[in-house]
């Protein structure tokens, strides 16, 4: 039996593997310093395997928008790798456990631990975003009573949860930590050969499956009307996934786009763009801290925005983290019925083509910036997490108390069917 300590991370789909990633570079880095034996399992990607975690299972493409009818695909696979999980967890018990994002799965696992292992710490690192548009007030009571602390990455996210009673530590956003090893855009068009004259967009369509069927079809044909305008213009699209190349390249054959497909080049896509049209999300961020104007665009079905609005109620006047920032918008989101290819190209023309208009996007993003923190967001996190797990340590050992302790198969089970019904929002 290992004399390590053991943290356990869970986290799913692309994002969440990067920002997982970062985390675990930063846990073994201070570990290493303070000779401390760690050992991190977790629920990720291959970003987070190739940084030092074992893989308990690859989440990074399980995940959905939507109502329950769009997450079903997803709900059988998650339910086998939780029950897979939990298992592992009766038998390898953690010393402290990690949840970030990932909102559905994630409430079901954290609640499962705390009844379980009602002694393990749990940290919640990148609470989902119910704090700008969830509507369930028993699901956010969930999250604060199973959380012992949460790092926050947004400051008005740290408010929100410390009026909720959450202890709280705002850490900054890791992306910060991300783009310092991002190339500049000389270094970036040198390496992926664009002249330094070119014209070169980015199009980023999708981390999930229902992106691609959603967004890609008005992002290509905007970019089609663009190509149109603009013959000299050359698309780039990094892959967020390798299963999206082959539907990608024939949506490029499809539409007769001049574009080319990067995989493992995401920085380097970004960096070298004038502009990027791209979905919402965590590289909405990415794309503002390269100084990279961008078009924000989202669409889910037609039956999920009814429910979205008239049952659960929600109001999302913002939606891209750069304008959650800052709580204006400062870069263009086409939503729904206003993603069409007709506004899309609109609104990218704009950027490309106004000088005025790209100037206050780029003096918008250095508001955005002063707002999202420091450098070191990894280590602060890391530190946070370690201190943590040491403090248990020795409360272990000042009662007398194994210092793995085990919950009851009972106990755990107990909550499994309420647990499962969290599963309809991944």
Known sequence: MTNDYRIFISTGEVSGDLQGSLLVEALHRQSRDRNLPLEIVALGGDRMAASGARLLANTASIGSVGTVWEAIPFVLPTLKIQSQTKQYLQQHPPDLVVLIDYAGPNLALGSYIRRTFPQVPIVYFIAPQMWVWWSNRGEIDRLVKMTDRLLAIFPAEASYFERLGVSVTWVGHP?????????????????????????????????????????????????????????????????????????????????????????????????????????????????????????????????????????????????????????????????????????????????????????????DYQQMRSLLGETGVGDRAATEILQMLLARSRESVRAGLETRPYGSREEGDKGDKEDKRELGEL
């Not at 920085?267 to 919402?280: F, H, P, R, Y």
């Open 175 to 363: 992306l910060l930590d991300r783009v310092q090893t991002a190339p500049s855009r000389e270094v970036a068009r040198a390496k992926l050969g664009i002249a330094p004259e070119a014209l070169s967009v980015a199009l980023i369509p999708a981390s999930r499956h229902q992106e691609l069927k959603y967004l890609l079809p008005a992002m290509f044909q905007a970019a089609k009307a663009i190509q149109a305008k603009l013959p000299q213009v050359h698309f780039w699209i990094p892959l967020s996934l390798e299963i999206y190349r082959q539907p990608i390249a024939q949506a490029i054959k499809d539409y007769g786009l001049q574009a080319t497909i990067l995989s493992g080049q995401t920085l380097e896509a970004i960096a070298a763009a004038d502009l990027a049209i791209t979905k919402s999300g965590t590289v909405n961020l990415e794309i503002a801290l390269l100084d990279v104007p961008q078009v924000v665009i989202y669409r889910v079905s037609q039956f999920t925005a009814w429910i979205a609005r008239n049952l659960l109620k929600i109001n999302l006047p913002l939606i891209s983290p750069p304008n959650l920032v800052v709580d204006r918008p400062i870069v263009p989101e086409l939503l729904q019925d206003r993603a069409t290819p007709e506004n899309i190209t609109q609104q990218a023309l704009e950027l490309l083509l106004n000088p005025t208009r790209r100037q206050q996007v780029l003096t």
